[in-house]
């Protein structure tokens, strides 16, 4: 069976950083590509993710909104991968989900109809 299991988020002053980790169990996550994606309070989720990586770190794809302030990197050793968000806004708040792309393109997308396998969501909130 496999899960995935966000954690890291908080609250944040604007400006302020956080650390979220995506950690697999039932597979090699570094064999998949890996994407984030947000869903803003009272929306439904992005149909495009805020950042992915690509199967053993091939390529990374960064959304308008986060480029600059967001970086995203695998630690094999836990078998996980991390978003590093820096310089929050407001805007940036949400429930963050990390997601598995099974498929065989050779790069990841930020597309969510790519993605399958779904954690729970860790919320972040900025404060202004």
């Known amino acids: 069976q496999v899960t995935l299991v966000e954690s890291g988020g908080g609250l944040v002053e604007a400006g302020g950083s956080l650390r979220l980790s995506c950690t697999a169990s039932g597979l090699t996550l570094d064999d998949y590509h890996v994407g984030w994606f947000r869903q803003a309070p009272g929306k439904e989720r992005d149909g495009e993710g805020v950042?992915?990586?690509?199967?053993?770190?091939?390529?990374?794809d960064y959304g308008d909104s986060v480029k600059g302030r967001f970086t995203i990197s695998r630690d094999h050793a836990k078998n996980s991968v991390t978003l590093e968000m820096n310089s929050l806004q407001p805007e940036d708040t949400g429930v963050y989900f990390c997601?598995?792309?099974?498929?065989?393109?050779?790069?990841?997308?930020?597309?969510?109809?790519?993605?399958?396998?779904w954690g729970q969501g860790t919320q972040v909130i900025v404060s202004s």
């Open positions: 950042i992915c990586i690509g199967k053993r770190g091939r390529n990374i």
């Open positions: 997601a598995l792309d099974r498929g065989f393109q050779f790069f990841c997308s930020r597309m969510m109809s790519r993605y399958s396998d």
